[in-house]
C-alpha cells in the first residue's frame, strides 16, 4: 500500500470476523513506559481540597481581604492558596505532561512517592503555624516542604537532562524549576530571620520580593512555557516564532532577575525591572496571537475559554505592576488595598482560572488513561469531552468571572459585605467545579465500557 | 467458518473504531493513518499524530494495534508512528472536519 493510503479512497465496509479480545496490558507502544496517574491524581486532589477549604475561610472571615495582607491568618491563607493548590496541582500535572510532551521518561516515580508526602506534610503545618504565628514551625515545616520541592526540582532536572538540545519550552521549565528553587530558598531565610530576629532588608520589602519569585518566576513562567505546547495541541495550530518564544521567557527571566533585586532594596528602578518584564509578556501574547490566529480548529472548547480569559488577564496585573512599583505612588489606604487587588487579580484571576481551565484538560486525561487508555482498539471507550458536564462548566466560568470581578472591586475598597459576595461567586463557581470533577472521577471507579456495536455498511470517504 | 479477506474497506472500517479521545474522532478521518501493508497475515501500520508529544501517543497506536488482532486472518501487527509527512489538517476527511470544526481547507 502506498503512503498517504490513495487504496482507501471511497470503500464500503463490511462486518469483520473477530477473534476472542486478548487480555488488555498497558500501552508501551514508542518505548516511553507511561507514568502512574495514581500520583498525579493526589496532588491535584490535595490542590482541589486546599483551595475548597481557603474559600471556606474566606467565607468565613472576608474582613481578611479588607485590610492590609501583612496579617498572619492572610498569609497563611495565601501559603494554602499558593502551596496547598497551585503548587500541588502544577507539580502533578508536570510529573504526568512534562514526561509526555519532552517524549522521554520520568527520571524516578518512586521520588514522587516521597515528594507528595513532604509536600503535603510541609504545606499543611506551614499554613497551621502561619496562623498561629509561629516562626519556629514555619521554619520547621517549611524545610520538610523545601526537602519535598528539593526532590521535585531534581526529578524534574534529571528528566529534562535526559533530552538533548534546547528549544523554548525546555528553557522556560527549566527556568521556573530555577525560580521555584529559589523562592522557596527565600522562603526559608525569611522564616529564618523571624525566628532569630535578623534582617538586613525591610521585611515587607523581603516578602514582597519572594512573592514576586514565587508567582511570576514560577506560576507565570510555567503558564507562558506549557501554553507554547498546549495552545497549539489544542487549537490544532503550531508555534509560529521559535525565536519570539525564546525572547518571551529570557526576557522574563531578566526582568524578574531586576525585581526581586529592586523589590528587595526598594529601588526606585522597580518600573524598569516591570517593563522588562512586561515586554516579555507582551512577545507572549503576541506568539499566542499568532498561533490563535493560524489555528486550524474554528470553535475553542470551554477549557480552552477559561485558560486564554486567564492569559488576558496578564494586561491588567501588568498595568497593576507597574502602577505600584511607581517610586512616587503615594502610600494612602486604597494605594496599600490595590496591593491586595494586584495579588487577587495575579493568584486568583490569572493563576487559579488558569489552572481551572488546564484541570479540565488534565483531570480527564489522567481519568481516561487509568480507565480506557488499555481497552482503546477492544472496547468502546469514553472521550474526554463525555466525561463532564459543557453547561456546568459554561456556568462555571461566568460565576467565577462575575465573583473575581466582585472581589477585586469590594478589595480595592475594603467592603466587606462585597468581598463576601466576591468569595460567594467564586465559591458557586469551584462547587460547579467540584460536581465536574466528581463527574470525572466517576469513570476512574465505574470505567463506561462498552462492546464494539456490529458494524453496518457505509461509505467511506476520501482520505 | 470462511475468513474475511482482508481488504483495504474491511481495514479502514475496523480502524475507524479507534477515536482519539481529545478531538473525540476517528483516527481515519482524522487523516491520522498514512499506510497498511499486508503480507502473510501480518500487517504494518504506518500513521501519525496530531502533535509530535501527544500525550495519547501510545494509546492510540497501541489501541491500532489491539484492533487489528482482533480479525481474523491477522497473524502480528507492527505499528510505527510517523513524522514525515508531518499531519496537517488537509489529510482530513470532510467528515472529519466537520466533527472537529475545522474551519479550512
Known sequence: MAAMSPIFNAVESKPAARKAVLPAAAPNLAGIRPASVRLPLCFVLAGVLSLLIGVAFLLAQPDLLAMYHYTPHLIALTHLFVLGFICSIVMGAMYQLVPVTLETQLYSERLVQWQFAAHVAGFTGMVWAFWNLNPALVGAFGSLLALG?????????????????????????????????????????????????????????AMHAHAH???????????????????????????????????????LNFGLLGAFVTILLQSPLKPASALVMIGGLALYGWEIKA??????????????????????LLVPVSIAALALSWP??????????????????????????????????????????????????????????????????????????????????????????????GVSLLALSLAIFAINLGKILSHFVRPKIEPFSPKKPCPAANL | MIATPLTDELLLETLRQVIDPELGVNIVDLGLVYSVSSAAGRLRVAMTLTTPGCPMHDSIA????????????????????????????SMMTEAGRAMTGVRKY
Not at chain 1, 531534581?154 to 538540545?165: E, I, P, Q, S, Y
Not at chain 2, 484492533?67 to 489538517?89: M, Q, R, S, T, Y
Open chain 1, 328 to 421: 512616587r505612588l503615594p502610600l494612602t489606604p486604597f494605594t496599600m488595598q490595590l496591593e491586595n487587588v494586584y495579588g487577587l487579580l495575579a493568584l486568583t484571576g490569572l493563576v487559579g482560572l488558569a489552572i481551572l481551565g488546564m484541570l479540565y484538560k488534565i483531570a480527564p486525561f489522567l481519568v481516561w488513561f487509568h480507565s480506557y487508555s488499555r481497552h482503546i482498539g477492544r472496547a468502546k471507550v469514553a472521550v474526554l469531552a463525555d466525561m463532564y458536564s459543557v453547561p456546568l462548566q459554561i456556568a462555571g466560568y461566568w460565576s467565577f468571572l462575575a465573583g473575581l470581578a466582585v472581589l477585586c472591586a469590594a478589595a480595592a475598597f475594603s467592603h466587606e459585605q462585597g468581598i463576601r459576595w
Open chain 1, 149 to 205: 520541592i528539593g526532590l521535585f526540582v531534581f526529578n524534574l532536572a534529571r528528566t529534562l537532562a535526559k533530552v538533548k538540545g534546547w528549544n523554548a519550552i525546555k528553557f522556560g521549565i527549566g527556568s521556573a524549576l530555577f525560580w521555584l528553587a529559589s523562592a522557596v530558598a527565600a522562603g526559608l531565610v525569611l522564616a529564618a530571620s523571624k525566628f532569630w530576629s535578623f534582617n538586613p532588608f525591610q521585611p515587607l520589602a
Open chain 1, 213 to 251: 519569585l514565587g508567582v511570576a518566576g514560577v506560576f507565570v513562567m510555567m503558564i507562558v512555557t506549557v501554553s507554547y505546547k498546549l495552545v497549539p495541541m489544542f487549537t490544532l495550530s503550531e508555534l509560529q516564532s521559535e525565536r519570539r518564544a525564546w525572547w518571551s521567557v529570557a526576557l
Open chain 2, 62 to 89: 497501541e489501541g491500532v494495534k489491539n484492533i487489528l488482532l482482533a480479525l481474523d486472518g491477522v497473524a502480528g501487527v507492527e505499528v510505527e508512528v510517523v513524522w514525515d509527512p508531518p499531519w496537517h489538517p
Open chain 1, 291 to 312: 498561533i490563535l490566529r493560524a489555528r486550524n480548529r474554528g470553535s475553542l472548547d470551554w477549557g480552552m475559554k477559561y485558560f486564554l480569559t486567564a492569559i488576558t
